[in-house]
């Protein structure tokens, strides 16, 4: 087979990777990705991922088996739905079951309607309504932009000023353009959070390792939310009771919901949940892989990814199998700066060998087409699996000590509240 990977990201990179792993796959291309990933034998193709038709000529022209369409705006934009149309298989959800991310407001009237456990909330698109129902409420509480803005669209307010100036921004200053043009403002959860994967096809669903992600920049969850800093899998103090009553509370009747509203779900779908003293919680749904849980996810799977979408966009059962050994935990280095301004060209460390995997996520050749350079917000992640989490940190931040990351910054507490 010949697949094609869509999207640019760390994310994109693990997905393709895997999928080239397969005795199967002759070759992955990835659109646009990415120059650090043609350092595992991925091939670039130069068409953006808003280019619907110059990626479904690449496909069809190219004999490619099925698309794996990875980001999140690219699903939104109904990518899936043009390749279908064009009589080619992509894995991921349409657009109509991708507003389960796309929009928070749908995502909440889902859950609303078919009784899945989340947080109180109402939806505003004017600011004076919303100001008056933060004031009403308290805090803290949950400003959340309707709409994609790269994970950055949500503001945990400790006090009724930030949560009015968050609205205010989004509603008023446009923040996040149309993606703010409504907000979500709902309760504060509080309790542990982590991450629940599925591949998906209609009701049939495969879970994969629990994950949690670390989403503020600096130690000790302070600063900026961002994309995410660093993951980890499986979280190893989460008992198993607690996943399956997500399932049946949860994913069960999100996938039946969507079925029910004639929207049935392909793809991969993540539920972003809080473990709270009423038991497990939505914060969030999205309609994809996550970044950067993928990339501590995927080195644990121990069947061939490839074969199983191919299975499963086959209508066949398709057998997923994971490594229960050790803990696989991944940090991201990021531009100094980032989520906000930051700069670009910054040399990086060579790729790591053996037991620590560079995934990248924002990097390009320098003119002599030999160093590689920043060209990001998060530039790379290192991953590792190892007996425990400490041993997993020590080895990716003795390798981190070892690199020369001028210019760029990593959080240095990834993992550590499994550890506590």
């Known amino acids: 087979m010949k697949l094609l990977v869509v999207g640019s990201g760390g994310r994109e990179h693990a997905i393709a990777k895997k999928l080239l792993e397969s005795p199967q796959v002759e070759q992955v291309f990835v659109a646009p990705g990415n120059d650090g ?4 034998g991925l091939d670039l193709l130069p068409i953006g ?7 479904i000529d690449f496909a069809s022209q190219n004999d490619i088996a099925w698309t794996f369409v990875g980001p999140d705006d690219a699903l939104a934009a109904g990518l899936v739905n043009d390749f279908e149309a064009a009589g080619l298989k ?3 959800p349409r657009k109509e079951a991708a507003e389960l991310e796309w929009s928070k407001d749908f995502a909440k009237s889902i859950m609303q309607k078919y009784g899945v456990p989340t947080a109180r909330y109402q939806t505003f698109s004017d600011f004076e309504a919303a100001k008056a129902y933060i004031e009403k409420e308290g805090a803290p509480i949950v400003v959340k932009a309707d709409g994609l803005a790269l ?15 968050a609205a205010r921004e989004m509603l008023l200053d446009k923040q996040f353009g149309d993606s703010g043009a409504r907000v979500v403002i709902e309760e504060f959860l509080s309790g ?5 994967f599925a591949f998906v096809k209609g009701q049939d669903f495969y879970l994969m390792p629990t994950a949690q992600d670390h989403k503020r920049a600096y130690d000790g969850d302070k600063g900026p939310n961002t994309g995410g800093m660093g993951a980890y899998a499986p979280v190893p103090h989460l008992a198993p009771s607690v996943v399956d009553e997500a399932v049946e509370t949860i994913i069960k009747p999100v996938l039946e919901g969507m079925i029910a509203e004639e929207r049935p779900y392909l793809g991969v779908l993540y539920a972003g949940l809080i473990l709270t003293a009423d038991g497990p919680k939505v914060i969030e749904f999205n309609a994809r892989f996550g970044d950067p849980e993928t990339q501590v996810i995927l080195p644990r799977l121990t069947s061939d990814l490839a074969v199983n979408l191919d299975d499963l966009l086959a209508g066949k059962s398709p057998n997923f199998t994971w490594t229960s050994e050790g803990v696989t935990l991944g940090v991201v280095v990021a ?18 060998e053996d037991d620590v995997i560079t995934y990248y996520a924002g990097a390009r050749f320098a003119e002599n087409g030999r160093a590689l350079l920043s060209n990001g917000g998060r530039v790379y992640m290192l991953v590792t699996t190892a007996d425990s989490v400490a041993q997993a940190q020590e080895r990716i931040y003795s390798q981190l000590e070892q690199q020369e990351t001028k210019g760029l910054f990593y959080r ?8 506590q």
Do not use: N
Not at 192 to 196: A, I, Q, R, Y
Not at 341 to 349: D, Q
């Open 37 to 40: 990933m043609t350092l595992d």
């Open 49 to 55: 991922i808003d280019e619907h038709a110059r990626l």
């Open 90 to 92: 992509a894995f991921g």
């Open 151 to 165: 994970g950055k669209g949500v503001v945990v307010a400790e006090t009724v000023a930030e949560a009015v100036d």
């Open 192 to 196: 542990e959070e982590f991450s629940l």
């Open 335 to 352: 531009s100094e700066g980032y989520p906000l301004a930051y700069e670009k060209g910054v040399l990086l460390p060579a790729k790591t």
């Open 412 to 419: 240095r507490d990834i993992g550590s509240k499994a550890i």
